[in-house]
């Protein structure tokens, strides 16, 4: 007689054990409701159910615990991916506001280009670093002979007037601002028409527009434009009606032999980005006639 190996008997359990559950399922599916077995699952749901809950407030304090680590360490994830999104959203806005700076200020410029001959010439260039001091007040450009920048060449800004080229290399060039100490620029008060010299205010972010003739009933708010003079072969290196600023305050001292008075500038001399050379004058009328608040 041949003795069972144990897989033999673990597969010969197995099949005893599916079979008295398929004798089971099918005598409880079979039966009432108050059947025997149906009374059997009841009592033992009712001795295993205090156990259940005792078991389940054991480890409620452990479940709950685990579940407050996963929330910690996602509110991390996402507080850490706010936190990018908040610095990038922080970079572009401030893209924008540059962006937006940018195009005031060159919009600005244009309607002053507005003022020039129709046929003058121009070149656009970024200002690059600012050197302002008692005495001197000046900047770098991006631009130089390269682009057709000379010496002299007038230089204008979003507002108006802002200087003068002094030097030049082939890729940029520095500018003299008219509050520069050796700046002078010949000018003219409108609508009156009277001619004078506006010179810088050492020491001041204003203007002063000297040798008007006396008595020239200038007012505040009158506007101060380039003249332009030209008298043989003696020409001003600025184009006429370039807005240069707004008259402040006026000096009426009746000794004096020249009235003086105070021009507050339309540019904002200290925070330029964008300036154009004036390359060459033209000849002909400019396109519009200076118009200031």
């Given amino acids: 007689m041949f003795s069972r190996s144990p897989v033999q008997r673990r597969r010969a359990v ?21 059947g025997g077995l ?4 009841r009592g033992a749901g009712e001795v295993l159910s205090p ?22 360490v996602d509110a991390k994830k996402e507080n850490k991916q706010l936190k990018s999104e908040v610095k990038n959203l922080h970079g572009q ?23 020039l001959p129709q046929d003058a010439k121009t070149v656009t260039a970024r200002v690059i670093a600012h050197s302002p001091t008692v005495w001197y007040s000046t900047l770098q450009i991006d631009k130089g002979r390269n682009d057709g920048v000379r010496t002299n060449d007038p230089v204008i800004t979003a507002g108006g007037l802002a200087g003068t080229v002094v030097s030049t290399t082939g890729g940029n060039a520095r500018v003299a601002l008219i509050t ?9 008060v ?8 506006v010179k810088p205010e050492i020491g001041g972010r204003d203007l002063i527009l000297d040798y008007l003739p ?9 506007i101060v434009v380039t003249s332009g003079f030209k008298s043989g072969d003696l020409e001003s290196i600025f184009p006429r009606n370039i807005p ?5 305050s006026v000096n009426d001292d009746q000794l004096a032999t020249y009235q003086r008075v105070r021009v507050h500038p339309y540019a904002n001399l200290r925070d330029m980005d964008f300036v154009q050379v004036v390359t060459d004058n033209g000849s002909s009328q400019p396109v519009s006639a200076v118009t200031r608040p």
């Fill in 14 to 34: 197995l099949v005893v054990l599916l079979a008295i559950s398929l004798v089971l399922l099918t005598i409880y599916f079979s039966e009432p409701v108050s």
């Fill in 38 to 41: 149906h009374a059997i699952q």
């Fill in 51 to 72: 156990l259940e809950e005792g078991a389940s407030r054991v480890f409620k304090p452990f479940s709950d615990f685990a579940g407050w680590i996963g929330d910690v």
């Fill in 93 to 115: 806005l401030a893209e924008l506001a540059t962006a937006k700076s940018e195009a005031d200020q060159l919009s600005a410029l244009l309607q002053v280009s507005k003022t």
């Fill in 180 to 188: 520069d100490s050796t700046s002078a620029v010949s000018a003219e």
């Fill in 190 to 197: 409108m609508p009156q028409g009277v001619k004078g010299v």
């Fill in 214 to 222: 006396k008595n020239s009933r200038l007012k505040r708010g009158d």
């Fill in 244 to 248: 240069i600023g707004k008259v402040g």
